[in-house]
């Protein structure tokens, strides 16, 4: 049975030290007010703020004396950083001891007994599916990892590891900017095989680059905003959420006021028309 994961997730890659340097209790407010606002999956890595975020998450998910059933933990493992680690180069490792040891880590640093969902963060040409599969089957079976997927893996990486063991998510980038999932079959082959894909940066570079694509965007936005009554970035999760395959948008922000209205992306009926006119500006072109 697949994890139950709420229609939004709240990505803490930025609540560290890698940006917002957020303090304990900052954080635990955080939790308190996405949980308020029905966002009640987490998404973490072990190499977020370079292995310290989850720890700092778990210090304030501790303190906020929340109900674990309350909420779903996602982590992603198979990174290795040439800094915080003895690594002398970046690399992934996804041999069997390693990922139990890096799940066993998260749940230490999250205090917590389980993970709702464990990811592998990025494929590696070196990894075996058969060894992956018994990592896999020995956290499920020990209750320290509910279900399991993947990360920015393809179609075929996927069917890779799929032949040996049970995928139900694959965390890829998806938005109007990066709409190339839809296009080059993954998307496709996640409804084919039941896999429910969550998209990180799921609002695209519209807001972070200046481009004649951005700027296409922006100006369909400012009429749309008339037209729905609801923000930019509301908007575009829309888009997202649109999409047949049932993406979860995975969304960074710690702003209050911005999380209190992401659910109303959720509730909006983005217009099939519209869809259409925010790909096309997107692409600068009619649909073929």
Known sequence: MKTKLSPIVAGTMNWGIWDKKLATSEMEHLIHICIENQITSFDHADIYGGYTTEADFGKAFAQSKIDRNKLQLISKCGIQLDRGRNNAIKHYDYSKDYIIWSVENSLKNLQTDYLDVLLLHRPSPLMVADEIAEAVEKLKNEGKIIDFGVSNFTASQTELIRQKTEINYN???????????????????????????????????????????????KKLLVQLVDKYHLGSDTILLAWVLKHPANVIPVAGTVNIARIQALMKAVEMDLSQLDWFAIWTESMGNKVP
């Not at 039941?194 to 695209?204: A, F, R, T, V």
């Open 171 to 217: 965390q890829i980038q998806f938005s109007a900017t990066h709409h190339e999932a839809m296009l080059d079959g993954s998307l496709d082959y996640m409804q084919l095989h039941d896999i429910h894909p969550m998209s990180w940066n799921p609002l695209g570079t519209v807001f972070r680059e200046d481009i004649e694509q951005t700027r296409r965007l």
